[in-house]
């Protein structure tokens, strides 16, 4: 079982509650949303357990066949004494071994939490981008026309939007892609700050964190679409 929690246009606290498990012939996992059920007032552990055991007892459901539990982390879900997962253990119609676990998803988002030494390269990466995409139009029509004409393999860079921690991948990844080709256009700019930003790029120890991102988000959201 996954819960989740989300609201509607009414500003309702919604319990969701998505199931996996085996169908009659037991070979075949099946997946889909169980009950949405809404929670009035606050959200605590203790706020979620009554609606939840009243659904299953009106719809006649074995408690003890419930194997696992994959939540966001919340404290109302996993709070050692309050917790929802806590609750359904001590519950004596329920598994009391009920495995928890947190969802995949959530964790890569977590995991996109980076340390200070990447979080500083990604931020000049993000300067750089910033600084032949948008600081001006005209530059941004210089790049274009010179990435066209030496091919390279995009024509142009991609900016980031931090609401969307996905989007880093793909401006990694163009970024990347023509970094050689970025770099003969700084070296060919007039305007002092691209003298410091190709200083930067040729560092190699820059590089390969460049590259490392690169790589690891692409594998997250490869991951995240999947799923």
Same mark, same amino acid.
């Given at each position: 079982m996954?819960?989740?929690?989300s609201c509607?246009v009414?500003d309702?606290?919604?319990l969701?509650?998505?199931v996996r498990?085996?169908?009659k012939?037991?070979?075949?996992?099946?997946?889909?949303?169980?009950?949405l059920l809404?929670?009035?007032g606050?959200?605590?552990?203790?706020d *979620?357990?009554k609606?939840v055991m009243?659904?299953?007892?009106? $719809?006649?459901?074995?408690l003890k066949?419930?194997?696992s539990?994959?939540?966001d982390?919340?404290?109302?879900?996993v709070g050692?004494?309050?917790? !929802?997962v806590h609750?359904? @253990? +001590?519950?004596?119609r329920c598994?009391?071994?009920?495995?928890?676990y %947190? /969802?995949?998803? %959530?964790?890569t988002?977590?995991y /996109?939490?980076l340390?200070?030494? &990447?979080?500083?390269? *990604?931020?000049? #990466?993000?300067k750089?981008?910033?600084?032949?995409r948008?600081?001006?139009?005209?530059q941004? @029509?210089?790049l274009? +026309?010179?990435l066209?004409e030496?091919?390279?393999?995009? $024509?142009d860079l991609?900016?980031?939007?931090n609401v @969307?921690?996905?989007?880093?991948g793909c #401006?990694?990844e163009?970024f990347?892609s023509i970094l050689? %080709?970025l770099?003969?256009?700084?070296?060919n700019s007039?305007?002092? +700050?691209?003298?410091?930003? !190709? +200083?930067f790029?040729n560092e190699?120890?820059? #590089?390969a #964190?460049?590259?490392f991102?690169? $790589?690891? &988000?692409?594998?997250?959201n490869d991951l995240?679409?999947k799923l």
């Amino acid at each position: 079982m996954q819960t989740d929690e989300s609201c509607d246009v009414t500003d309702t606290a919604q319990l969701i509650i998505f199931v996996r498990y085996l169908d009659k012939t037991g070979e075949t996992f099946v997946e889909e949303i169980l009950a949405l059920l809404s929670l009035l007032g606050r959200t605590r552990g203790e706020d *979620m357990i009554k609606p939840v055991m009243d659904y299953f007892e009106k $719809d006649e459901l074995d408690l003890k066949k419930l194997l696992s539990v994959t939540t966001d982390g919340a404290p109302a879900m996993v709070g050692s004494k309050k917790g !929802l997962v806590h609750l359904l @253990r +001590s519950n004596e119609r329920c598994n009391e071994n009920l495995i928890s676990y %947190h /969802c995949i998803i %959530h964790q890569t988002v977590l995991y /996109c939490k980076l340390n200070h030494n &990447f979080e500083r390269i *990604m931020q000049e #990466v993000m300067k750089i981008v910033n600084f032949l995409r948008a600081k001006s139009s005209l530059q941004h @029509r210089e790049l274009k +026309s010179f990435l066209e004409e030496v091919e390279a393999q995009y $024509d142009d860079l991609l900016l980031h939007n931090n609401v @969307r921690w996905l989007s880093k991948g793909c #401006v990694l990844e163009r970024f990347f892609s023509i970094l050689e %080709h970025l770099k003969t256009y700084l070296f060919n700019s007039d305007q002092t +700050s691209a003298n410091a930003y !190709l +200083s930067f790029l040729n560092e190699k120890e820059n #590089v390969a #964190v460049i590259a490392f991102l690169t $790589d690891t &988000f692409k594998h997250i959201n490869d991951l995240n679409l999947k799923l």
